[in-house]
């Protein structure tokens, strides 16, 4: 029977919560925590690294488990999984926009009203509904660009995987450099920003992503190895290790921005300077077992639990609230925003998340049975 960490299922809350800080971090009131120390807390792009991270290996033990899943069943649970909880949120951010949307505000700041502004349409539900293909996902709810990538790399992961357990070590991390490098080569070829590539939706981001993936899927594959190793050396120095870990994944971006001037480059080395750090994390949640024991406390794991909802209904929460008080009680807003993200993305994990997962267990169980009948055979 597979294992669950859930430990793991705590980072992926904690990661989802430091994705709330940041968007609240670009609003001109509260733009204090992008400083240090506050800076740890609100690097949301880190943050989507680990979750692409987390799923390869979340997925990679899932399709090499025991009851591993045919490749039609796989991809029908993942769309379950992920798509119908974003076709909710979308749909509510469009109703939320169409009722509360007068004007832009004066006072947050250019994300806000880069993320809500005149002229959404129907056109742009419809791109948003269609999900899979280019498109403008930075509007109506900003978190969404990285569910395109997470659901195309779904697709083709269990090929990934394949390759990845079949062989050798060097040559999946050979394969992911040599991809990433070839998003990079693109867009310094074209003079375009990772990010600006990703929030349209472009095809080539999907590759560089790939590398997030299949770091995951290489822990997985030698969890036990990297457990047993790292089981010889003294837990002081392993946290000392987390720390240096931690401070990397928190503090890169703001490194970066001082450090490398050329945009394009700069979009790239914050990932590939974040990818070992948050290598360590995962490695260190599950062979650190103090660092796993704190991670387990019953908030964290129920964190982890809604941090899917979280992450994908707080900005609707957060914006709605914002464009409804419009220039009035500006600082209350914020406060407001804050206290109601949890109940709605609790809601929501009940709502739409769980039955969802539900769905495509009941959608699957006519496949899971047939194989069982067949493992049963003499």
């Not at 991390?173 to 070839?182: D, E, F, H, T, Y």
């Not at 080569?185 to 349209?200: C, E």
């Amino acid at each position: 029977m597979t294992t669950r960490y859930h430990q793991l299922d705590s980072l992926r809350g904690i990661a989802a919560l430091t994705v709330v800080f940041s968007h609240y971090s670009q609003i001109a009131p509260t733009r204090w925590m992008q400083h240090a120390p506050w800076r740890l807390f609100t690097e949301g792009h880190s943050a989507v690294i680990l979750f692409f991270a987390l799923s390869g290996f979340a997925l990679a033990l899932q399709i090499t488990g025991d009851n591993k899943p045919g490749f039609g069943e796989f991809v029908l649970k993942r769309v379950c999984r992920i798509y119908i909880p974003y076709l909710v949120a979308v749909l509510i951010a469009y109703a939320a926009y169409s009722i509360l949307y007068r004007s832009n505000l004066s006072w947050t700041g250019e994300w806000v009203n880069q993320a809500w502004h005149a002229g959404i349409d129907r056109h742009d539900l419809l791109n948003h509904i269609y999900f899979l293909i280019p498109f403008s996902n930075s509007t109506l709810d900003p978190v969404l660009w990285s569910l395109v990538y997470e659901m195309r790399i779904s697709l083709i992961f269990p090929m990934l995987v394949v390759i990845v357990f079949a062989m050798p070590l060097w040559f999946s991390v050979a394969l992911s450099a040599a991809l990433s490098l070839v998003a990079f080569g693109y867009y310094h070829h074209v003079q375009r920003t990772l990010m600006d590539a990703s929030i349209q939706g472009e095809w080539m981001p999907t590759i560089h992503y790939i590398s997030m993936f299949v770091l995951g899927a290489l822990i997985a594959r030698y969890r036990h190895a990297i457990t047993a190793k790292l089981a010889t050396h003294s837990p002081r120095w392993l946290f000392g290790a987390l720390i240096i870990c931690l401070a990397v994944y928190g503090l890169v971006g703001a490194a970066n921005h001082h450090l490398v001037s050329d945009d394009i480059l700069r979009s790239f080395t914050d990932d590939w300077f974040v990818l070992p750090a948050v290598t360590g994390i995962l490695i260190l949640a599950i062979s650190l077992e103090r660092f796993a024991t704190i991670l387990t406390a019953r908030p964290l794991v129920f964190l982890g639990q809604i941090s899917f909802s979280l992450y994908l209904l707080h900005c609707i929460v957060l914006l709605g609230v914002l464009h409804y008080f419009g220039e009035s009680y500006q600082r209350m807003s914020l406060v407001i925003a804050a206290v109601l993200i949890f109940p709605v993305s609790i809601a929501g994990y009940y709502a739409v998340e769980k039955p969802s997962i539900r769905l495509g267990r009941y959608l699957t169980r006519g496949k899971q049975r047939s194989r069982a009948a067949l493992g049963a055979r003499p």
